[in-house]
Structure formats: C-alpha cells, structure tokens
C-alpha cells in the first residue's frame, strides 16, 4: 500500500504541477477534441447493449489489482498510449502478423513497458461471454483506466466514462514514435506535443514525470498549492482522463467491434 500511496501522490503533484501550462490554440490549426457527446460518446451507452458490460470490466479489473497492484499504472498509461496516437481505438492491443509486423505495442515507448494486456483480454473474455460482438476493446481500455483509478484511489477517483468507442484497423510503430511525447521533452515541447491533440500538458502528468515540470516557479507552486487542497488533483484528474478518452475516437465505418482484441476482424 505504500507503494500505492507513492505513486498517487506523485500524480497528484504532477497533475496541479502542470495546470498553469494549459493551452489557448485554438484556430491556430490544431487538432480540437469534441465533447464526448458530439463524438456518439454517451454514459450508459450499453445500458440496453449489455447492461453488465461495465460492472464486468470493473471485476476484471479488481481482481487483476489484487493479484499485481503495479498493473493499475499500466491500465492508466495504457489508455494514454493508445488515444495518443491513432486516437481512442484499442490500436495499441494489436499484435503483429505478417501483413503488419510492427505494431504500435512494439514501438520503444511501449515495448517492453506497457503492461496489462493480459487484464484487457480477460475483460474482452468475459464480456464476450455476456454479450457477444457488442462491446469493443477500446471501449473496454478506457473502462478499465477509469476502474484502475478508483482502486488504486481507495475510490475517491470516481466518475463515469462515456463509451461508444469502435475499434481501429491500423497500427503502426513508427506512428507511436511520431506521437507520444519522450521523457526528454521539455516543458514548452510538451505544450506543443500537446496542443497537436487539442489538449494541455496536464494530462501527460497522469502517467509520468518529468523534471522541467518542477522547475519553473509557477509550477512548482502549484506542487506546493495541490498537497494542501483536498480534492483538488482527483476533480482534475477526472476531466483530464474523460477529455482523453474522447480523442479522435472511430465511429460508423471507420471502425468495428473486434471479436478478439490483439487481431483485426
């Protein structure tokens, strides 16, 4: 539990560090994330679908935790790791084949460090088994970060994800490395790494750190401000990962549901 402890404080930090460095760039030809709702993201989208699809997930979720509470952060990146780059469509999940040997789980920046793989296809499994060809996988990556941040908040990060996600076809390494930010980046190449996805530097600080975060005094401030407001990390932790998993998401034929979530239908 300490470790666990460790690693929400440092979120926390991290997450009120980097506030200050939101992004105003609008018309200036970014990418501009929809709300999830213009993007056929709802809540309860398989309410009527599979009523238990999310209470399953969450199952899945609490069990692997208990198992390996380190697979919690990988849940959490995971999600990151796969909006980022071809957008919220579970392209990160695919595994290399003959037509496609390097996918995006083999560029540098996941290979060999993403974890919780495993967790996702147990998911998949049993949703499957509930409701067959009704939920997708990328709906299922973003259900189990929300889930994984509950558990290792001890539940004070609680919140609903819209879902209506469908799964991409594509996936590429190279595409990985054009995309997600290196742990070298300084603070105004996060902003502007950001910014290409419609979104401030704030919520790269859910899933690592980086020493130029802490050493500009407005930042650090804020540090400072965050371990003294109750509350005030989670809230924004909560928008930041909805606002994420909204991001360039596959709808209507651009997508599908996929039967099994390392392979294309």
């Known amino acids: 539990m300490a470790r666990l402890a460790a690693l929400l404080v440092s979120l926390a930090m991290l997450m009120a560090a980097v506030t200050a460095a939101r992004v105003e760039r609008a018309g200036a030809g970014f990418y501009t994330p929809p709300s999830p709702s213009t993007c056929g993201l709802k809540i309860g989208y398989y309410h009527d679908k599979c ?25 959490i990146r995971m999600l ?49 088994a509930a409701c067959p060809g009704v939920v997708s996988c990328a709906d299922i990556v973003a259900f189990a970060a929300r889930d994984a941040s509950f558990f290792l908040s001890d539940s004070r990060v ?41 979104l401030s530097v704030e919520t790269w600080a859910l ?36 606002k994420m998993a909204a991001v360039e998401v596959k709808t209507g034929s651009n997508g599908e549901i996929r039967r099994h979530c390392r392979a294309v239908n």
């Open 207 to 242: 899933f690592t750190s980086d020493a130029s975060l802490l050493a500009s005094p407005a930042t650090a401030k804020m540090v400072v401000d965050n371990a003294n407001i109750p509350g005030w990390w989670e809230d924004r932790f909560k928008t930041a990962m909805v």
């Open 80 to 128: 990151f790791h796969d909006c980022f780059v071809e957008g919220c469509d579970a392209s990160v999940l695919l595994d290399p084949t003959p037509a496609n040997p390097q996918p995006e789980k083999l560029a540098p920046p996941n290979n060999p460090s993403l974890r919780g793989f495993e967790v996702i296809d147990a998911a998949k499994d049993a949703v499957e």
């Open 158 to 198: 609680s919140f609903d994800m819209p879902s209506g996600r469908l799964d991409g076809r594509y996936s590429n390494a190279s595409r990985a490395l054009d995309f997600l930010p290196p742990p070298t980046f300084n603070l105004g190449q996060l902003v502007a790494n950001f910014a290409a996805k419609g």
């Open 51 to 75: 009523p238990h699809a999310e209470a399953i997930v969450k199952g899945v979720v609490a069990a692997a935790l208990h198992r390996d509470p380190g697979v919690g952060a990988g849940l």
